[in-house]
T-cell receptor
Framework: AQSVTQLDSHVSVSEGTPVLLRCNYS??????LFWYVQHPNKGLQLLLK??????LVKGINGFEAEFKKSETSFHLTKPSAHMSDAAEYFC?????????????FGTGTRLTIIP | DADVTQTPRNRITKTGKRIMLECSQT?????MYWYRQDPGLGLQLIYY???????NKGEISDGYSVSRQAQAKFSLSLESAIPNQTALYFC???????????FGPGTRLTVL
């Protein structure tokens, strides 16, 4: 069975400082991993995805994540936070098996940016 | 125009009423999904469909039913709504050749 743990339910950073949102996963197979962002009253938007290619994945809006198999982690980072980054972020795991339709979502991390 | 649309965007109803939430997509994807999101939780899968003739239960299907009227349309029904079905509902689509899902904007449902 697959599972996802987002280690922080709420993260606050000052504008212009680095962002780190932590995610650990467990999976029986070679997983695909995703980060989605949800702005208030909006749907989920894909930030980036890992699908067994390069372990450092670059996404939109300056975000990136590194897949570390030994640590079963897929942390999301950004060098410099912007006010527009304030949102809810979800780490998602999918076993790399197209017959398995289940995405498993983390419980989310709310990112607050302090002016 | 958005690739995945949901109607209505907001709905308030009473216990015992029948409610239908609709989802349409213009991405040409064959696979469609319904999820619900509760505060402080991730998304949970209600139903999914591989094509018009293929409907599958997700992890929390009790109290819900679905209809895949066409490749582009996938509706979620609550036959007799109850207050603990108050949640944010998302529709999503996926191409069979990819594991990336595309989400609609969500429907906020309140059952009084």
């Amino acid at each position: 069975a697959q599972s996802v743990t987002q280690l922080d339910s709420h993260v606050s950073v000052s504008e212009g400082t680095p962002v780190l949102l932590r995610c650990n996963y467990s999976s029986s197979y070679s997983p695909s991993l995703f980060w989605y962002v949800q702005h208030p009253n909006k749907g989920l938007q894909l930030l980036l995805k890992y699908t067994s290619a390069a372990t450092l994945v670059k996404g939109i809006n300056g975000f990136e994540a590194e897949f570390k198999k030994s640590e079963t982690s897929f942390h999301l980072t950004k060098p410099s936070a912007h006010m527009s980054d304030a949102a809810e972020y979800f780490c998602v795991v999918s076993d790399l098996d197209f017959g398995n339709e289940k995405l498993t979502f983390g419980t989310g991390t709310r990112l607050t940016i302090i002016p | 125009d958005a690739d995945v649309t949901q109607t209505p965007r907001n709905r308030i109803t009473k216990t015992g009423k029948r409610i239908m939430l609709e989802c349409s997509q213009t991405k040409g994807h064959d696979r469609m999904y319904w999820y619900r999101q509760d505060p402080g939780l991730g998304l949970q899968l209600i139903y999914y469909s591989f094509d018009v003739k293929d409907i599958n239960k997700g992890e929390i299907s009790d109290g819900y039913s679905v209809s895949r009227q066409a490749q582009a349309k996938f509706s979620l029904s609550l036959e007799s709504a109850i207050p603990n079905q108050t949640a944010l509902y998302f529709c999503a689509t996926r191409s069979g050749g990819s594991n990336e899902q595309f989400f609609g904007p969500g429907t906020r449902l309140t059952v009084l």
